[in-house]
């Protein structure tokens, strides 16, 4: 995953985090993290049927999924908005 980079400077890309629980905080910021990149796309070209390998991710990284995930932000209105 390569960061987007270009928008970074701008305080209203962020307005969101003003709003958004610990929970939240924590996934924005394990998202970016590099060595969790590398695991979660081990884990997506993997052939885990047992769910193994997804297991020791979620213990590795202290994750936990007690619902589905919701964008935090509001979706594009075309499809190639950022």
């Known amino acids: 995953m390569v960061p987007d980079t270009k928008e970074w400077r701008q305080p209203s890309t962020y307005d969101f985090m003003d709003h958004v629980g ?3 905080l ?3 910021c394990l998202r970016r993290n590099a ?3 590398k695991d979660y796309s081990m884990t997506l070209a993997s052939d885990d ?3 193994h390998q997804a297991q020791a991710i979620q213990t590795r990284w202290g994750l936990r999924f007690p619902r589905p995930p919701q964008p935090q932000r509001p979706r594009a209105v075309r499809i190639l908005d950022a």
């Open 49 to 51: 049927e047992g769910g």
């Open 22 to 24: 610990v929970d939240d």
């Open 26 to 28: 924590a996934w924005e």
């Open 35 to 37: 060595n969790y990149q």
